[in-house]
């Protein structure tokens, strides 16, 4: 089946170039491409753009799901030579050059596949049965129905021993997600827990971050991981280190060393792959679940399809496994490829691709952030407002900016933020290892 | 099995009332009661008040969903004599004086059922399995996602046959809800699908608006329901007049005259019904699915049981079939029972309720509005800020006032409102006719 699409730009005649995966690199690619020599199609299997790194604030009840996304449809409305079309893409075929999705066959003369990543279990299907995650929208809403019918159930439970599964609340990977995750949950254990459940004895909810390795934010500078790990317990989450999760059952949580802990909730932020697409085996080099591109982002091996972001990987200077799976990088690969499209268009010679690493930043609380720049390294209020501004100036939409800074101001000077809403229950039998939206 | 739930307020030596739902009625009730001389425990299966008037513009992608919704735990943060409880009222035994919940079961002093109504498909299960309703914000959600996923497959549709079927829109019932989701669809034909669907042809959308009766608003001023007819026209709404919807199978819709229409969609906007709960029948006169109340609101023939809006039917001055089930009705009654319940405490007599008609209004689409104020009928531009000023002032929370307001403005000046999202497609097959949360 070859789907006979009409694309109002069709009469134009020019290269196609389909880009599979609306996230940051895809998303970035399209913008640039505007009103380039090529015919550009973006599949995507959402109608919209999510910014991720603001997920945790959905799920904590902080930002409004609507407020930190973007459809696709706005984006390309004024674009004359892009389109977009949701499906989901199940296979690439390079010999007949056609990517095949839900929705029929797409034929492309370029294919940049931009379908970042999704959460990596490491194998351990008994862990993903029973444990939340966070990498789409829907993950968000159910990790903030799951935390409020917690808080709910609590009041029922019939003992002390069952209140307390009801409050625990564990966390795995203490990197950005995690531990920004861990922090918003305490800080609603400090405020909302106190204030609006008088029943309860807001000190039975514990927050536990637990991180194989010995240290928070591993990738950040030394200060900031213990400025980070600092922060986290003012706000009271309770941090185990050396500790590796090894099951989990809905109840109780079990860990490498024997032990356990009975939780209602486990959260997981231990690690991401890259969402490969069938296809590509034949002919590409992949590794660690990445395909491995050239310094022009072009898979090895396999003409005229390239990958970018988190699914892609880079060998070039120090980043010899690759550059790291954030925003960033992806949105950088993404404007050298634009570029050297059209040099290609051009007959001109592409130019290679160099990573410029501008540093990290992760937010634990009100007036609690970290901030690595190159050789700087700062925390407190100035990293806080730091993180504020560029998260703001990153999202994608004046509207979901205005609506963003709205709700924190009025969350940060009132602690009054009023969207904590069970709006669907979330039923943790029902929850699919995985998710095909995730 | 009895609920030994502690509330905050227990050590206070005072009657308890038990309100269960926490809509209008409901949530003035208890604010009313906040500081008087009562234990007040209010029981709502939703963990928010959700303002209802405005779900049509969650339904088509005007305001978020949390913009329209607030906790009742912020609600009764402040208030010290009052407490609430997640849990779903399944039956009352008035012997035994409790109220029965899937959480077990609640004592009470004095009962206030303001559970209030619910979708009536008049018993035509035929219509009910595939029709969308919109008396919650799943529901809402639901029709949100399944618009514009239809407008999604409409561009994947096999031939014009299909196509047109994806964006036939068939709303049943021309009272104000049913008006103003018509209204608002044909805004986004207008605005959104000629702009972001170049590859439709936007004037195979057609919205239909179809009734029994043979006037839109059939309980306005003739007046407003002609201005609205005519707004409903100006904007592309085809209204079908005395036809009587019979069945639905997904597909394609059945009138009573035999004729057929092709359509993905059919809303069912024409009739609720109070939400009774078991237990009562013996003791309490019910007539047209709404408990028989006094002028006091209490339920003839059960003691200290009381109910309020939708599910009470008062006769009352002119009101001979009762109040009709609309907000102001149900806020009035809650403020006049709680003077009374006060009264009682003090050992005065209750005073008798008198419903004042306020009047009507409801809006068609930018600068198209109507409204009814006693002698005085309006429509244009001045009923359409009147009726955005009413509505914003009676929302509940600063925060959502804001955050409508801005999109609000963000829309009429611009169209670009960003949150026609899928967060999670809608699945025909799977809606059930009876939803519990509804």
């Known amino acids: 089946m070859s789907t006979a699409v009409r694309i109002a730009y069709d009469d134009l005649d020019l290269p196609l170039v389909v880009v599979v995966g609306g996230g940051f690199a895809g998303l970035e690619l399209i913008q640039q491409l505007d009103g380039k020599p090529y015919k550009v199609l973006l599949l995507d299997k959402q109608n919209h753009h999510c910014f991720h790194p603001l997920l945790y604030q959905v799920a904590t009840a902080s930002l409004s799901a609507d407020s930190i996304a973007h459809p696709f449809r706005r984006t390309v409305a004024p674009m004359r030579n892009v389109a977009f079309r949701m499906a989901c893409a199940t296979a ?73 599964r009801c409050l625990n609340f564990t966390i795995v990977g203490a990197g950005p997600t995690g531990v920004e995750l861990a922090g918003a ?42 400025n980070a790990l600092r922060y986290l317990r003012e706000l009271g989450v309770e941090v185990r280190f050396r500790a590796r999760v090894t099951g989990f059952d809905g109840r109780m949580i079990t860990f490498q060393d024997g032990s356990t802990m009975e939780s209602n909730t486990l959260i997981w932020a231990a690690g991401v792959k890259g969402r490969l697409i069938p296809g590509l085996e034949a002919g590409a080099d992949i590794a660690a679940s990445r395909y491995r591109v050239d310094r022009f982002n072009q898979i090895e091996g396999v003409p005229d399809v390239f990958a970018l972001g988190d699914v892609a990987l880079m060998r070039e200077g120090s980043w010899e496994r690759g550059h790291p799976q954030v925003a960033p990088a992806a949105v950088q690969q993404a404007r050298t490829l634009a570029e050297n499209l059209v040099r290609r268009a051009k007959g001109r010679p592409m130019r290679p691709f160099t990573y410029r690493d501008k540093g990290s930043m992760a937010t634990i609380g009100r007036y609690k952030a970290v901030v690595d720049l190159g050789r700087f390294h700062f925390g407190g209020i100035v990293a806080w407002l730091t993180w504020m501004f560029v998260h703001l100036m990153a999202l994608v939409g004046f509207r979901n900016r205005v609506v963003v800074l709205f709700n924190w101001a009025w969350k940060y000077l009132s602690w009054k933020n009023t969207i904590r809403l069970i709006i669907r229950p979330y039923v943790p039998k029902k929850a699919p290892v995985e998710d095909p939206i995730a």
Do not use: C
């Not at 990596?120 to 789409?136: P, Q, V």
């Not at 008088?198 to 039975?204: C, G, V």
């Not at 971050?209 to 500078?221: E, G, I, K, Q």
């Open 92 to 164: 690439v075929d390079p010999v007949r050059k056609v990517v095949i999705t839900d929705h029929g066959e797409f034929p492309y003369d370029i294919l940049v596949l931009a379908t970042g990543s999704r959460t990596n279990f490491f194998g351990n299907s008994a862990i993903g049965s029973g444990a939340m995650r966070l990498k789409s929208i829907s993950q968000a809403l159910d990790i903030r129905s799951d935390f409020l019918q917690d808080f709910e159930a609590a009041l029922y439970a019939q003992d002390e021993t069952d209140q307390r």
């Open 185 to 226: 949950l305490a800080e609603i254990k400090n405020t909302v827990l106190k204030r609006e459940y008088r029943e309860l004895h807001s000190d039975r909810m514990r927050i536990w971050l637990v991180d194989s390795n010995d240290r928070v934010l591993a990738h950040f500078s030394e200060q900031s991981s213990a």
